[in-house]
């Protein structure tokens, strides 16, 4: 069965670092872009980050910018967040989507076209 796993997630205090992983089974996982969203408690998901099917091009939301980091391995089968400096805010289920390119990313659409089941991530104290 094709899926897509999200590990990674935890409890962090403010100012660490945590890494997020996408794993994909049964897809051909680098001829797609990927987008990470997030979802904090009572809010919608948003997009904000998103790497390209070529690996070579990606784009972050401006409230992650200069401290989320994302990266594709050497296969292009797992995809990666690297999140640094973690706020308060930052709290929330992250989930990870196959996606038609890497333009909108921000709310989900048509675009998106499979998602993960997500992980949670807790910044606190």
């Known amino acids: 069965q094709s899926q897509l796993v999200e590990s990674g997630g935890g409890l962090a205090q403010p100012g660490k670092s945590l890494r997020l992983s996408c794993a994909a089974h049964g897809f051909n996982f680098k001829l797609y872009s990927i987008a990470w969203f997030h979802q904090a408690p009572g809010k919608d998901r948003e997009g904000i980050s998103c790497?390209?099917?070529?690996?070579?091009?990606?784009t972050y939301a401006d409230s992650v910018k200069g401290r989320f980091t994302i990266s594709r391995d050497a296969a292009q089968n797992v995809v990666f967040l690297q999140m640094n400096n973690l706020k308060p805010e930052d709290t929330g289920r992250y989930y990870c989507?196959?996606?038609?390119?890497?333009?909108?990313?921000?709310?989900?659409?048509?675009?998106?076209?499979?998602w993960g089941q997500g992980t949670e991530v807790t910044v606190s104290s």
């Open positions: 790497i390209r099917s070529t690996g070579g091009n990606t």
């Open positions: 989507a196959l996606r038609r390119g890497c333009t909108d990313v921000g709310v989900p659409g048509s675009r998106e076209i499979y």
